[in-house]
């Protein structure tokens, strides 16, 4: 069974400011709780293929950029580190006249059956906390012009 996650949020930053952060994979131990980043595999010259490694706790995961259009969307898909599979979570910006809406969409099933739930519930909250960081973190370093 596919589980999802659908978290959305409005923010005034720009979406320059927040594909800055996005993009930037050694940027995101400063903004989310992940505590390290690792650069496994440089991705092409438009960012696909990148294989990054990131630990929190006693939690390591490898994952690989699928799809990049700037300052629209970051898809990435899980290589290892959880018991799940077909784990893919697409981060839609879409500009909005006072900012940009953001749209963190995921999507995986467990591999051991019955603890789908527990996934979903923990992966639902570091999502959260992956927007909320992201928007705390745009807002704060690169406030949205004044009209």
Not at 32 to 37: L, V
Not at 123 to 136: N, P, Q
Request: proline share 5%.
């Amino acid at each position: 069974m596919t589980l999802e996650i659908d978290i959305r949020e409005r923010t005034k930053a720009d979406p320059s400011a927040l594909w800055r952060l996005l993009e930037d994979s050694s940027s995101w131990p400063s903004w989310t709780p992940i505590e390290s980043f690792k650069l496994e595999r440089e991705g092409s010259a438009d960012g696909i293929g990148e294989i990054r490694n990131f630990k929190t706790g006693r939690v390591q995961v490898r994952e690989e950029i699928v799809e990049r259009r700037v300052e629209r969307r970051l898809s990435y898909v899980l290589l290892g580190g959880l018991a799940v599979r077909g784990y893919r979570a697409d981060i839609d910006l879409t500009p909005r006249s006072d900012g940009t809406e953001i749209r963190w969409h995921t999507t995986f099933e467990a591999k051991v059956p019955g603890t789908g739930w527990l996934y979903r519930r923990a992966l639902a909250k570091a999502t959260r906390e992956f927007v909320d960081g992201l928007v705390s973190y745009a807002t704060r370093n690169d406030p949205a012009p004044s009209a």
